[in-house]
C-alpha cells in the first residue's frame, strides 16, 4: 500500500503538471470507485480548476475551485497519474480526468479496493475518517509524540500502523523505524522510556525524509505522477528481509506477526521489553 512517502512523492508530481487546468471531461468506466453518487460526482467536477495538490495521511487530495476536494484512497494498488501523450487507458483504468490540450489524469487499480471522492469543504469536515486521523508525523514536534505514545498500553508497532494514532505510516516505514531506534515491534508504548519514545520520533522523520527524497518505494504497482517507480526499496534495511543477516550486528533478521501485519526486526539490536 502506499504510504506517506509514496503519496507525498505523487502529490509533488502531480501538481505542477494539473494545476490551473479544468475538468473539461470525465469517463468513467468503473463507477464503483466512485464514493458517492457517480452522477453527482461527475456533475460536481465538471469545470472545475485544479487549486492545489496534496497529502493528508495516505489520501491524495486535488484541491479545486468551488471549493471542492477530490479525494483518492489508494489502498493497495492505486494509482493516480499523468500519463504521456497518446498512452492509451489500460484494463485496470477506471477513471479519467479530462485536463484539456490532451492532459489527463488517470487513476489505475489492478485490485479494485481504491476509491475517490468529490466533496464539499463540508462534507469533507463531517466524513469521520477523515477528522479521526492521527497527527502528521512530518509535522508533530517530538514531545507531542512522546506525549500520544507513553500513556498508550499497546504494541508500539500496532500503534504506529493505526492512523487515529498517527497518520500515514504502513508496514514498510514502521518496521524501518523501529529498527533505527532499537525497539522491537511488540514492545507496550508505555514500557517503553520517553528518550526512546524521542529517539522513535527523529527515525520516523529521517526514514520518511529520506525515502520521499528517493521517490518512495515500489512495491506492487506503485508508480509516481509520471508513471515512474520508486528507489528506496534499495534502501530498507529490515521490512521484508526475514533471513538476511542484520546490517549492524549480522544477526539473522526474523519476522512475527502484530496486529496482523508481518513485521522484520533483529532479535539482537531490536531486544524484546
Ligand atoms: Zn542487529
Not at 481504491?114 to 508533530?140: C, D, H, K, N, R
Not at 524501518?176 to 514500557?191: F, K, V
Not at 508513471?227 to 526474523?254: D, N
Request: contains cysteine.
Amino acid at each position: 500500500m502506499p504510504e506517506l512517502p509514496e503519496v507525498e512523492t505523487i502529490a509533488a508530481g502531480l501538481e505542477p503538471l494539473i494545476k490551473g487546468r479544468c475538468i473539461c471531461d470525465i469517463y468513467l468506466m468503473h463507477p464503483p470507485v466512485v464514493r458517492g453518487n457517480d452522477l453527482e460526482f461527475q456533475r460536481r467536477l465538471l469545470g472545475c480548476a485544479v487549486h492545489r495538490v496534496r497529502r493528508r495521511a495516505k489520501l491524495l487530495f486535488i484541491d479545486l475551485d468551488g471549493p471542492l476536494h477530490l479525494v483518492f484512497h489508494l489502498k493497495m494498488t492505486g494509482k493516480v497519474w499523468v500519463p504521456e501523450s497518446g498512452v492509451q487507458p489500460g484494463r485496470h483504468t477506471h477513471l479519467i480526468l479530462d485536463l484539456g490540450r490532451e492532459v489527463y489524469v488517470f487513476f489505475d487499480d489492478q485490485r479494485k479496493f481504491g476509491y475517490v471522492s468529490a466533496l464539499t469543504a463540508q462534507e469533507l469536515e463531517s466524513w469521520e475518517f477523515y477528522t479521526g486521523l492521527g497527527p502528521e508525523p512530518m509535522l508533530i514536534s517530538a514531545q507531542e509524540f512522546a506525549d500520544i505514545f507513553q500513556v498508550r498500553k499497546a504494541r508500539i508497532k500496532s500503534l504506529l500502523l493505526d492512523q487515529k494514532v498517527i497518520a500515514g505510516i504502513g508496514n514498510i516505514y514502521a518496521d524501518e523505524a523501529l529498527y533505527m531506534s532499537g525497539i522491537h515491534p511488540c514492545s507496550r508504548a508505555s514500557d517503553l522510556p520517553r528518550d526512546q519514545l524521542l529517539h522513535l520520533h527523529s527515525s520516523l522523520q529521517k526514514v520518511l525524509q529520506e525515502a520521499i527524497g528517493a521517490g518512495g518505494s515500489s512495491f506492487r504497482d506503485y508508480r509516481n505522477a509520471l508513471g515512474v517507480t520508486g528507489l528506496f526499496q534499495e534502501y530498507f534495511k529490515v521490512y521484508g528481509k526475514k533471513g538476511s543477516p542484520c546490517p549492524g550486528c549480522a544477526t539473522s533478521l526474523q519476522a512475527t506477526k502484530v496486529a496482523g501485519r508481518s513485521s522484520c526486526f533483529c532479535p539482537r539490536c531490536q531486544p524484546d521489553g
